[in-house]
């Protein structure tokens, strides 16, 4: 079993190796101390198992699992047991919390050997992630080997492309991996409004809503942008531009 272990503590990696070296089926392939190092280590190792500290600097370890995907599992270690029932409503493969024996390990390894995490698992955790702190505050896009950090409040608006959200803040467009209707759950409604079937639209980007014709409308931003708007899109914009 290959293991990759993600912990900003230098002590806490150490103990989990020690632990860990009692198991000679398992092989550390790599340790990190962020969330940044986590995500390329599981990108380029693809390991069995990941033992993920949850609160680190950069990326937590909801964050991490969103950018790095299915193809491994995880066994979520952290000192604060309020992540421990969410952790377990997204199916993690265990959680450990801090301090934890030799015997609890070998049980997370256990578990490990036994149980396989399928997709919706994954998207699961990338809505918590998304939830537990209230609405998005920034979003992660990761492109080849970089991941770009897009504060919320940057974001002038989001396309629908295929499979794809398009998010376009700063002047620069990030093609994400997603649905428009995850990403809408994320958002503060205050801020943000699904305008249409493919647009989420920021309101404090919008100049002005103009007649496309009769019965439809679209909404011009700030940078010249015009986004279509639907019949119940443009009566909730109205609302909220009073």
């Not at 937590?60 to 995880?74: H, K, M, N, S, W």
């Not at 809408?184 to 920021?202: K, T």
Request: proline share 3%.
């Amino acid at each position: 079993m290959r293991v990759i272990i993600v912990d900003d503590e230098h002590l806490a990696r150490a103990l989990l190796r020690e632990y860990l070296a009692g198991h000679p089926e398992v092989e550390i392939v790599a340790e990190c101390a962020n969330g940044f190092e986590a995500v390329k280590a599981i990108g380029e190792l693809q390991p069995d198992l990941v033992f993920l500290d949850i609160q680190m600097p950069k990326l937590d370890g909801f964050e991490v699992v969103e950018l790095a995907g299915a193809r491994t599992r995880y066994v979520f270690v952290t000192a604060y047991d309020q992540f421990a029932l969410k952790a377990f409503e997204v199916r993690a493969i265990d959680y450990l919390l801090k301090p934890f024996s030799r015997e609890r390990l070998a049980q997370a390894l256990e578990s490990a050997r036994g149980r396989a995490v399928p997709q919706e698992a994954v998207d699961a955790v990338a809505l918590e992630a998304a939830r537990r702190d209230g609405f998005l505050t920034r979003i992660l896009v990761r492109e080849g080997a970089r991941v770009h950090v897009v504060p919320a409040e940057s974001i002038a608006w989001i396309e629908a492309q295929d499979d794809y959200v398009e998010i376009h803040a700063g002047g620069r467009a990030h093609l994400k991996n997603g649905r428009m209707a995850e990403l809408e759950q994320g958002l503060d409604p205050a801020m943000f409004l699904r305008a249409h079937r493919s647009y989420i639209v920021n309101v404090g980007a919008i100049e002005r809503i103009e007649a496309a014709s009769k019965d439809s409308w679209c909404a011009v931003l700030k940078d010249g942008k015009r986004i279509p708007v639907s019949r119940s899109g443009y009566q909730k914009l109205r609302e909220m531009m009073r």
